[in-house]
């Protein structure tokens, strides 16, 4: 069976610190990828998605960046963290049939920049 | 573009009795619905999805969903709900692309005794 694993579950980092959070999928092969960031009130909100190694989408421009260096990795990564980075950070994969995407999520890394 | 609303920011009700979280959705091309389950300090869980078929789909933890294409609407329910179903509820659309999820803002349910 699948799974998904996302570390650290909690990190606090000062602002201007880079930052590295980690997402590997175990069980399948050439997954979707996925970066969320919930932010408290107010939903999730995609980051990044990737169809597979080195093929990365931003969804909104930021002080963050992903790679994936692997076919089941996954790295959200910033150069200087700032305030409003602070937030709920998830990991998503599937497999795509069509447009039929069912997405499954990782346990979430807990962010607070101070 | 899709887009998706959940009418309610928070549901407080006792347990046992019945709930109903509302979804309406938005969208140009056929649907993909799904709720996920969040619990405190969690990560997502899927509970439901309709792809095709019937428009009364069945999940997990007793939960059910109604596709009502017309009413453009998605609405989760349970018949009698427990402490432990007390989380956060999120509703979510495929993009047109289908290649990522478009979520509404959630729906915090609360069961109390």
């Known amino acids: 069976s699948q799974t998904i694993h996302q570390w650290p579950a909690t990190l606090v980092q000062p602002v201007g610190s880079p930052l590295s959070l980690e997402c590997t999928v175990e069980g399948t092969s050439n997954p979707n990828l996925y970066w969320y960031r919930q932010a408290a009130g107010r939903g999730l909100q995609l980051l990044f998605y990737s169809v597979g190694i080195g093929q990365i989408s931003s969804e909104v421009p930021q002080n963050l960046s992903a790679s994936r260096p692997q076919d089941r990795q996954f790295i959200l990564s910033s150069k200087k963290l700032l305030l409003s980075d602070s937030g709920f950070y998830l990991c998503a994969w599937s497999v795509t049939s069509g447009r039929k995407n069912i997405q499954y999520f990782g346990a979430g890394t807990r962010l607070s920049v101070l | 573009a899709q887009s998706v609303t959940q009418l309610d920011s928070q549901v407080p009700v006792f347990e046992e009795a019945p709930v109903e979280l509302r979804c309406n959705y938005s969208?140009?091309?056929?649907?993909?619905l799904f709720w996920y389950v969040q619990y405190p300090n969690q990560g997502l869980q899927l509970l439901l999805k309709y792809l095709s078929g019937s428009t009364l789909v069945k999940g997990i933890n007793g939960f059910e969903a109604e596709f009502n294409k017309s009413q453009t609407s998605f609405h989760l329910r349970k018949p009698s709900v427990h402490i432990s179903d007390t989380a956060e509820y999120f509703c979510?659309?495929?993009?047109?692309?289908?290649?990522?999820?478009?979520f509404g803002k959630g729906t915090t349910l609360s069961v109390s005794s």
């Open positions: 969208s140009s091309v056929s649907v993909y």
């Open positions: 979510a659309v495929h993009n047109q692309a289908g290649t990522a999820l478009i």
